[in-house]
């Protein structure tokens, strides 16, 4: 995807839309976290893919880093200026964006949230996205199983303080294990009482899951399970315990599901992953904002997209599916 400053993409957006809109076309917009996460990309593929197949027109943009709130109600405000009227959004801030939504709502927008929700859940019209509780509950059911009675020493890669997907996948992790967790409306981390040894933020992101590994491991080098919010973290992670050594005496378990992540699993760098699919949120959301440009009906509630769990070796007790039928699936291809 390529990078639009805010001035050059507002006059890129009107005369986009002034275009869709005198043919006819439907235009929605798609505000990602970030324009780099592979995970984010195959979102923004999925809905180019079902905007051309509907006939709407789709107007795109991103923040610079998870986390750049600033950067989405930019987005959202150039969206609303050039005509659209459905935003799909993940929200980097689920606090911090609600004001943009309630304006934009006010103005006859039809919002919709894909992958992570608001906070409060009801500042969006809707949400489509994984039950990202139930997708750490599966990983950390399997790491459970996994480490095969051996005690447990824990480091989580997490995303940043107060996400709600962020916080899903860590306490449904802990849950999975059978640790003391908060339960899936809390967007605080659980794990000082559970005994966890170290929780870092990556952001979601290689290079900070790397780092966030290595001080994790200066700080306890008896680390043999390691949490990460997703794959690209994961793979941070592996980097770090393979230079000290370590990577074949660590279970790391993860989330997304992505073809890369899913390869990953096979070469064992990581030992499972649940699986969510970007594509089929996309798509689901740009088909209800056709439906809505064209007959008013707006979609609402939440519309929980899916979650397996792909595993490099089944284990007793805990349904997975193996890695070519993860290759098949991921990213919600089929």
């Known amino acids: 995807m390529k990078t639009q400053a805010p001035i050059a993409l507002l006059a890129t957006l009107a005369l986009a839309a002034g275009t869709a809109a005198a043919q006819g076309q439907p235009v929605i917009g798609l ?3 970030t324009e780099t996460n592979p995970f984010f990309v195959k979102m923004k593929e999925g809905a180019d893919a079902e905007a051309r197949k509907l006939g709407a027109k789709l107007l795109s943009a991103a923040g ?4 750049d709130n600033a950067g989405q109600v930019t987005a959202m405000e150039n969206m609303m200026a050039a005509g659209a ?7 980097s801030d689920s606090k911090a964006i609600v004001p943009a939504i309630k304006k934009a709502r006010a103005q006859g927008v039809m919002v919709i949230a894909l992958d992570s929700p608001t906070d409060p859940l009801e500042a969006t019209d809707a ?3 994984t039950n990202n509780y139930k997708a750490g509950e599966l990983i950390g059911q399997y790491a459970k ?10 480091a989580t890669l997490d995303l940043f303080p107060g996400h709600p997907v962020g916080a899903q996948r860590h306490n449904g992790f802990l849950k999975g294990f059978g640790l003391p967790a908060p339960d899936a ?3 605080e981390l659980g794990g000082k009482a559970a005994g966890v040894v170290c929780m870092a933020d990556s952001f979601g992101d290689r290079a900070k899951g790397q780092t966030g590994m290595e001080n994790c491991l200066q700080k306890n080098p008896n680390i043999n399970l390691v ?13 770090a315990l393979k230079a000290a050594g370590k990577e074949k005496d660590v279970v790391i378990v993860s989330v997304d599901g ?6 990953d699993v096979g070469k064992g760098v990581i030992a499972a992953t649940s699986q969510q699919y970007p594509l089929r949120m996309a798509a689901m959301g740009v088909a209800a904002g056709v439906e809505y440009a064209r007959t008013g009906k707006k979609v609402s509630g939440y519309t929980d997209t899916g979650v397996a769990l792909i595993a490099s070796k089944p284990v007793s007790g805990v349904e997975s599916k193996d890695v070519k039928t993860g290759m098949d699936l991921c990213w919600g291809n089929k």
């Open 31 to 33: 505000i990602t976290k």
């Open 85 to 91: 009227k459905t935003i799909l959004i993940t929200p």
């Open 258 to 263: 992505g073809c890369a992540g899913v390869a």
């Open 127 to 129: 949400l489509f996205a």
């Open 185 to 187: 409306k809390s967007n």
């Open 145 to 154: 199983a996994a480490l095969g009675g051996k005690p447990a020493v824990i």
């Open 64 to 67: 610079k880093t998870d986390g």
């Open 227 to 239: 949490y990460t919010i997703n794959e690209p973290a994961a793979a941070g992670a592996y980097n």
